[in-house]
């Protein structure tokens, strides 16, 4: 027996059978696939999961009384007498073996907390004949949360001739699908919360159809997919829902952003779209400061040490301000040097360059944009030519001078190289506040905040996990609005953390969050997004030309933020968890639609009208 | 080119590249109208397919010449660069 391949519960089963027999048994079989009769002849039997590689032949293991489900794949079942589970574990081929437990579903308490199941049975909606619309990191085809229902992927990260709304990447259809495929796999998770068909981990709209864009997630592209998603299900005469599980904070936060401009123009009766707010709720990415006429203040912020993958190449400031007020600026390197002060340049390149000894520094100051008829500039700091490693740790200081000043007020967001935006405001300007960017700021998207349904869960080895957050209750990560200006973001929240959901098969997981074959946990306003997605289909389904304003009022009024009245906007919680029993009064009155039968009568609403022969 | 007619992130873009065909930018190109049949042409040059038009906003993948032209269009708005998103699951 090789210990090493036997996940420590169903070691443990089998050392207090080797011991006690069948007797031992009674405490583990509750919660393992034991079959254990006491007063039969039978031995004990195990049902299992084997970690193997994927063409491996196991057929000979037979010998032993050994039966294995499958005769390919990386993860297969099998049924075995408890005691030949040493000759499995010697088996070279067997790289793990796994006790199958009594499974607890994890994707339903997620809608069991905002009474989903019950909506459904009220309803019996499934999103049957509704186009669910996913732009992300693609799909995992062979998955068998999405069989027979991934209708096109469009991968834009291949070379091919691309669809008429890009000329790049390629489109699969059919038995071609499975050329593209989900290595990260984020987009796989999102799928299957609003479309997986699965009895445990079943997502919101599990007979909805799929429609994939692959993206390399750069803004041009997510419109071209938004414009190829809502040209597809126009030529296929359905309605469609798109989910954006992706963000940035290079935007002005207000809503004039190219991507959000194409989600407003795009979406109308039967076509809405659904975007994350965030998961900046814990970092200090934005600051705010009244600058007054003549007066001079400062923003600082602050570049962690770090070195290799980790190091800062590159940090930014995006900033915006009224158009009506004209502002200086300056920036001040940890050892205090400084670039001259350098306001609105409104002829040639509005960019100058100025290397100091702690970093290249780069200031673009142009005349308004005319999208939003405010100023932005830009700040970019570089490593210097002498420490090409990294941006010079420690704080810098951001200095604005008020030359005309109607408003005063600046708001700055910080951009980095990092992974998870180590580059932070610190001090008094730091604001809590308009952490919501592009395309979550898209007046007509519905944009979604995360609520924590789940904070411990069991991975697939049976070992205990849990996450740091409060359970039930908004997630500290989720961004927080108004938008710059005021507009009211996020809309909603829905279900973000701890979520279960299809893992794609090209993806690597770690072992924490890997809780059954084929799935994964994970948390994120990623996640919460595909659950409004998902009950967005299913109102599509009973009613195809709901038109965003309408459909994002219902969601409002179907939610709450716990413990205030109805009604109350949050800038964290938007106006609250929905709660989905409560779309229900929209379906009380049946639509009035007319039914002709063919006799000369039409029929509306149960009368019957003759029509003239 | 029209400067005016550039945002910041895409400015900065252009001034650090030497090289007038490269790199390849992705941008959006905001019209002041949905374009007429020489817009349409002059967008077709650049590899953008005027596939409605109602459309107000195009998106184009150019070189730093063709912003340059394209800055120079009456019919021209704003041209910006597209920047990357990231995914938004958690830490």
């Keep these: 027996m090789i210990h090493e391949k036997i996940a420590p519960g169903l070691m443990v089963a089998f050392e207090d059978y080797h011991e006690k027999g069948a007797a031992g048994l009674l405490a583990h079989k509750q919660s393992l696939g034991l079959i254990v009769e006491e007063s039969s002849q039978k031995p004990a039997r195990a049902v299992v999961f084997i970690r193997c590689q994927e063409n491996a032949r196991l057929e000979h293991l037979q010998s032993q009384k050994i039966r294995v489900n499958q005769s390919s794949g990386k993860v297969r079942t099998a049924f075995l007498p408890l005691a030949h589970l040493g000759a499995l574990s010697d088996d070279p081929a067997v790289q793990r073996i796994i006790p199958s437990r009594y499974v607890h579903p ?197 570049v962690p040490p770090a070195s290799g993958k980790e190091a800062i190449r590159f940090a930014a400031l995006n900033g915006w301000y009224s158009g009506s007020d004209k502002f200086e600026i300056a920036v001040r390197s940890p050892r205090g040097f400084q670039t001259p002060y350098q306001g609105i340049i409104t002829s040639g390149s509005s960019v100058q360059v100025y290397d100091l000894p702690d970093g290249r520094v780069r200031l673009t100051t142009p005349d308004v944009d005319p999208m939003n008829e405010d100023h932005n500039f830009l700040i970019e700091i570089l490593p210097s030519g002498k420490s090409p490693e990294a941006v010079k740790a420690g704080t810098w200081r951001l200095r604005l001078h008020g030359l005309e000043v109607n408003s005063g007020q600046v708001d700055v967001w910080t951009l980095d190289n990092s992974q998870h935006l180590d580059v932070v405001f610190i001090g008094r300007t730091v604001q809590d506040t308009m952490k919501i960017g592009s395309p979550g700021a898209a007046a007509s998207a519905i944009t979604v905040a995360s609520y924590t349904t789940r904070i411990r869960w069991r991975d697939r080895d049976g070992q205990p996990e849990e996450t740091g957050l409060d359970l039930d209750d908004i997630s500290d990560f989720s961004s927080e609005g108004p938008l710059r200006g005021g507009s009211q973001k996020p809309d909603i929240a829905a279900p973000g953390a701890m979520i279960a959901s299809a893992l794609s098969a090209d993806a690597a997981v770690a072992p924490s969050y890997a809780i059954a074959p084929g799935f994964t946990i994970k948390a994120g306003t990623s996640m919460a997004t595909p659950f409004v997605t998902g009950l967005v289909a299913l109102m599509l389904e009973r009613d195809p030309q709901l038109n965003p304003e309408t459909m994002k009022a219902r969601l409002r009024e179907s939610s709450k933020i716990p413990k205030q009245p109805a009604g109350i906007f949050d800038s964290k919680w938007g106006y609250g968890l929905i709660e989905a029993f409560a779309l229900w009064r929209y379906f009380e009155a049946p639509a009035a639609s007319p039914i002709v039968p063919g006799d000369g009568t039409v029929h509306i609403g149960g009368v019957v009208v003759k029509t003239r022969t | 080119m029209n400067y005016r007619k550039v945002d910041a992130t895409l400015a900065a873009a252009l001034a650090e590249t030497e090289n007038a065909e490269e790199p390849r930018l992705a941008v959006f190109i905001h019209m002041k109208e949905a374009p007429n049949a020489s817009a349409a042409t002059f967008l077709e040059t650049l590899g953008v397919k005027v596939n409605s038009t109602r459309q107000h906003i195009f998106t184009a993948t150019i070189s730093p010449r063709e912003v340059k032209e394209l800055s120079k269009q009456p019919w021209v708005r704003y041209v910006k660069l597209s920047q990357k998103l990231r995914m938004l699951n958690g830490k």
Excluded at chain 1, 127 to 152: E, Q
Excluded at chain 1, 253 to 275: K, T, Y
């Design chain 1, 106 to 302: 994890f994707m339903d308490i997620a809608p069991g907390k905002v009474h989903l199941p019950e909506f459904k049975l009220k309803t019996n909606l499934s999103g049957k004949g509704v186009l669910i619309g996913i732009i992300d990191s693609g799909i995992d085809p062979k998955h068998p949360a999405f069989k027979d229902r991934i209708l096109r992927i469009w991968d834009q990260t291949l070379p091919g001739p691309g669809v008429p709304e890009g000329d790049y990447g390629a489109e699969f259809t059919g038995n071609y699908l499975t050329i593209s495929r989900d290595t990260i796999g984020h987009g796989t998770h999102v799928a299957g919360i609003a479309a997986g068909a699965d009895k445990t981990y079943g997502g919101i709209a599990p007979n909805a159809d799929l429609l994939i864009v692959k993206s390399s997630f750069q803004e041009a592209h997510i419109a071209d997919g938004i414009r190829y998603i809502f040209r597809v299900a126009s030529e296929m005469g359905r309605p469609a829902v798109v989910n954006l599980s992706l963000g940035g904070h290079g935007d002005p936060h207000d809503g004039s952003d190219p991507l959000s401009q194409i989600i407003d123009a795009e979406s109308g009766p039967g076509r809405i779209v659904c975007c994350a707010a965030g998961n900046e709720g814990n970092d200090n990415i934005h600051a705010q400061i009244t600058v007054p006429q003549g007066g001079n203040r400062t923003v600082s912020f602050h």
